[in-house]
Each structure stands twice: as structure tokens, then as C-alpha cells.
T-cell receptor
Framework: NAGVTQTPKFQVLKTGQSMTLQCAQD?????MYWYRQDPGMGLRLIYY???????DKGEVPNGYNVSRLNKREFSLRLESAAPSQTSVYFC??????????????FGSGTQLSVL | AQSVTQLGSHVSVSEGALVLLRCNYS??????LFWYVQYPNQGLQLLLK??????LVKGINGFEAEFKKSETSFHLTKPSAHMSDAAEYFC?????????????FGTGTRLTIIP
């Protein structure tokens, strides 16, 4: 049981380049999330997907797009990377309908540097 | 809007001493509150959560937190610090009707254990 898998683990981009961060979960979860983590700012929600085929903006969506490809996969795309997008990105998933015993499972993160 | 504030971005305690990490919440309705831990180069793991069943919540690794409505606080404690407790700790509040997703995180507290 791999849980939440993110690829790549590290990436260096030049300003203006594009890339897609991949996330896959094997727990049959309905909801998936993308967060970014910056020093002194905690984790901030970029986008989330409550179910396959739906996506919604979080707190900091500008400069990003997402795709919920199927129930397992939720990708995050940077169309034109900017230095302000240098961060650590985390994907997470959960079945919220399961109630209070359910919890968010996090991937191990993608460290992105934009030069 | 619901939010959490963590007091102290860095806390240092001696091995064997009491650990106290502070979190205050702002919510117009009874909140669902969480503490997560992040070890270096890893994703976040759930330590414990408050869902109104009991004001004193026990979590993993000997941690516990007490919900105090009068003080709007949910501070995390551990009676005796261990070297393995060195990590970053995040308080979070759920914005979801299910009480377990759409988390808003605090800015984090880095805990250092002094041998």
C-alpha cells in the first residue's frame, strides 16, 4: 500500500518554463488536495478536488492549474513558472464522507526551485 | 472565517522536559482542530484531532492537547521530551462540514530538543 505518491521529488526550473507535478493515491479516496509550504507561512491550499471531475480553488490558486485525471490522479501544472513559486508542494487525499475517523494522507513532497 | 494562530515559530526544550506548543483558534462555530507533525523531508502526519467528543485529546507518541473554549486554545503538550520529537508541528482547523478535510494550517512551530 503506497499511499500518496508524488513525482518528481526535486525539480529546478528556469523562469517561464512549464511543468506538471504528478500525484497518485491508491486508497480509493474521493478528495485530493495540493498545498504549498513556505517558511514561516505553513501550508496553504492551492487547489482541491472533492471528487473525480471536479476542482475548486483554494487560498493561493494564481499561476496554477489542476487536472483530476481520474479518481487516483490529481496533477498540478505551472504554465509559466515564476521565482515566487519556489516552494515545497504536497499532495494529500481523504475520504471525507467516512467521518471523523478519516484523516488526510500526505505525500512526501516535491521541492521546486524556480531560478 | 476560521483560522489558527501558532505562538512561537521556534521552541527549544531539554530532553526530559515538558513540551508545550501553543495554538489559538478563531471560529464562529465549534471547530474541528488538529495537530500534525512533519519530520525532515517528509509529509505531514496526524498527531491528534479534536471533534468535540472530549476536551482532552490523546494522540500518538505521548502527545495530548486540551481544547479550552474560554481561551479559544488547543495547546499541544508532552510531559517528557524525547530526542525523536524534534520536528515541525502544525495546528490546523477544518473548514469542511465533515470536519476532516479542507484544512487551514497555522504557520508551524519548529521544536528543537536539547540533549
Amino acid at each position: 500500500n503506497a499511499g500518496v505518491t508524488q513525482t518528481p521529488k526535486f525539480q529546478v526550473l528556469k523562469t517561464g518554463q512549464s511543468m506538471t507535478l504528478q500525484c497518485a493515491q491508491d486508497m480509493n479516496h474521493n478528495s485530493m488536495y495540493w498545498y504549498r509550504q513556505d517558511p514561516g507561512m505553513g501550508l496553504r491550499l492551492i487547489y482541491y478536488s472533492a471528487s473525480e471531475g471536479t476542482t475548486d480553488k483554494g487560498e493561493v490558486p494564481n499561476g496554477y492549474n489542476v487536472s483530476r485525471l481520474n479518481k487516483r490522479e490529481f496533477s498540478l501544472r505551472l504554465e509559466s513558472a515564476a521565482p515566487s513559486q519556489t516552494s515545497v508542494y504536497f499532495c494529500a487525499s481523504i475520504n471525507p464522507e467516512g467521518g471523523f475517523n478519516e484523516k488526510l494522507f500526505f505525500g512526501s513532497g516535491t521541492q521546486l526551485s524556480v531560478l | 472565517a476560521q483560522s489558527v494562530t501558532q505562538l512561537g515559530s521556534h521552541v527549544s526544550v531539554s530532553e526530559g522536559a515538558l513540551v508545550l506548543l501553543r495554538c489559538n483558534y478563531s471560529s464562529s462555530v465549534p471547530p474541528y482542530l488538529f495537530w500534525y507533525v512533519q519530520y525532515p523531508n517528509q509529509g505531514l502526519q496526524l498527531l491528534l484531532k479534536y471533534t468535540s467528543a472530549a476536551t482532552l485529546v490523546k494522540g500518538i507518541n505521548g502527545f495530548e492537547a486540551e481544547f479550552k473554549k474560554s481561551e479559544t486554545s488547543f495547546h499541544l503538550t508532552k510531559p517528557s521530551a524525547h530526542m525523536s520529537d524534534a520536528a515541525e508541528y502544525f495546528c490546523a482547523v477544518s473548514l469542511s462540514n465533515f470536519g476532516n478535510e479542507k484544512l487551514t494550517f497555522g504557520t508551524g512551530t519548529r521544536l528543537t530538543i536539547i540533549p
